[in-house]
Every structure is written in structure tokens, then in C-alpha cells.
């Protein structure tokens, strides 16, 4: 099994910037991409961004410019930077890992964002 914990959530200002991070334990390398998903207050989950084992990205087309997803393989960890928050990205992030072989998805708990004044 895989299991994902997410770190960095909090409160920020609109303008401001936020970086969350994402561990990855247990079958590392049964992963073959990760991404993050969120969820705002009575919306369903919407991808954020996602990154493959190749490095190729993937960005949900209005937050390309402002997200930025990593990786960082000797800490089995993924991270999202955040810049230029708005309001609007006020949600849950969710970290996602996919093994491909065993079609499995594996989800962290959540950690939340919120972008107020």
C-alpha cells in the first residue's frame, strides 16, 4: 500500500503564495504519477495539477502560470506552488497517487487553503 500525507495548508492573503508538500510511504515504486485535486466548499473535487514518473506535467488550464507541481524523488515527495493566490483557490488539496499496474488510486487526507484578506 501507499500512503500520502499532505503538509503546507493554511491561511495566506490573496496575492500571497503557499507551497505544499506531500510524502509518499509504503510501495514508492508501485507510483507512476501523482498529481493534486481540490475541493472548494460545495463543489466537486477538480484536478489541480498532476506529474508523471517521466516528469511530463499536467495543469488544470486556468491555473497553468500560477501552480507549479514538483517532485523531489530522494524524499518521495511532491510539492505544489502556489502563487498569486485568489480567493477562488480556497478548497481542500488533495494528494493523488496512481499505480497504473494495480489500478489503484490512493488519496491523503486533505490539507486546507484558505485565501482571505
Known amino acids: 500500500q501507499v500512503q500520502l500525507v499532505e503538509s503546507g495548508g493554511g491561511l495566506v492573503q490573496p496575492g500571497g503564495s503557499l507551497r505544499l508538500s506531500c510524502a509518499a510511504s509504503g510501495s514508492i515504486f508501485s507510483i507512476n504519477a501523482m498529481g493534486w485535486y481540490r475541493q472548494a466548499p460545495g463543489k466537486q473535487r477538480e484536478l489541480v495539477a498532476t506529474i508523471t514518473s517521466g516528469g511530463s506535467t499536467n495543469y488544470a488550464g486556468s491555473l497553468k502560470g500560477r501552480f507549479t507541481i514538483s517532485r523531489d524523488n530522494a524524499k518521495n515527495t511532491v510539492y505544489l506552488q502556489m502563487n498569486s493566490l485568489k480567493p477562488e483557490d480556497t478548497a481542500v488539496y488533495y494528494c493523488?497517487?496512481?499505480?497504473?499496474?494495480?489500478?489503484?488510486?490512493?488519496w491523503g487526507k486533505g490539507t486546507l487553503v484558505t485565501v482571505s484578506s
Open positions: 493523488n497517487a496512481v499505480d497504473y499496474s494495480a489500478y489503484r488510486n490512493y
